[in-house]
């Protein structure tokens, strides 16, 4: 079974912080993606990537960042965390690119600006 | 670009008696369709999913969609419904044309009523 890890559960950091989320996965996936997840909006791309170095923008991309050094290593970066900025985020890995595969998520993390 | 609609935002519904989640798409090139569902404090998980074939797909803990074009739906369905079926359900969809990227409805939120 596909394993998608994120480090933290639960997170709480303070407006202007540099914040990082981090997410691993177990299954040599080429595609991993950045979504968060808000109360009647779904889920909205925040960023994507398809090979190591490679990125691109979701539909909401601002105000973020991302980082894969490794193949199984994705990170989201918070240049300068906003309270808008409060919100559930999930990671998800796929096979390949083609759209036709599913995605697998973690858990997610809450993460709260105060 | 494509597009995806779940109309309930949330379902009540008795134990044991059937549930209909609906999902309507716009694309305006042949698509595949995915139900996700998230249980409480976790991520998400693959339902099922329509790639081509068969337009009625059987998915695991008892749900199955139906595709119909005509119409551009992929409703959900369940014959009989038990308390472990509370969750929200996500419908999305990708265009069939290479890399595209998952698009999610924003989600009904299934509550069985004992």
């Known amino acids: 079974d596909v394993k998608v890890t994120q480090s933290s559960r639960y997170l709480v950091k303070r407006t202007g912080e540099k914040v990082f989320l981090e997410c691993v996965q177990d299954m040599d996936h080429e595609n991993m993606f950045w979504y968060r997840q808000d109360p009647g909006l779904g889920l909205r791309l925040i960023y994507f990537?398809?090979?190591?170095?490679?990125?691109e923008k979701g539909d909401i991309p601002e105000g973020y960042s991302v980082s894969r050094e490794k193949k199984e290593r994705f990170s989201l970066i918070l240049e300068s965390a906003s309270t808008n900025q409060t919100s559930m985020y999930l990671c998800?890995?796929?096979?390949?690119?083609?759209?036709?595969?599913?995605?697998?998520f973690g858990d997610g993390t809450r993460l709260s600006i105060l | 670009a494509q597009s995806v609609t779940q109309l309930d935002s949330q379902v009540p519904v008795f134990e044991e008696a059937p549930v209909e989640l609906r999902c309507n798409y716009s694309s305006s090139v042949s698509v595949y369709l995915f139900w996700y569902v998230q249980y409480p404090n976790q991520g998400l998980q693959l339902l099922l999913k329509?790639?081509?074939?068969?337009?009625l797909v059987k998915g695991i803990n008892g749900f199955e969609a139906e595709f119909n074009k005509s119409q551009t739906s992929f409703h959900l369905r369940k014959p009989s419904v038990h308390i472990s079926d509370t969750a929200e359900y996500f419908c999305?969809?990708?265009?069939?044309?290479?890399?595209?990227?998952?698009?999610f409805g924003t989600g009904t939120r299934l509550t069985i009523i004992p």
């Open positions: 990537s398809y090979d190591v170095k490679m990125k």
């Open positions: 999305a969809v990708s265009s069939n044309f290479g890399n595209e990227k998952l698009t």
């Open positions: 998800a890995s796929s096979l390949t690119g083609n759209s036709n595969q599913p995605q697998h």
């Open positions: 329509y790639l081509s074939g068969s337009t």
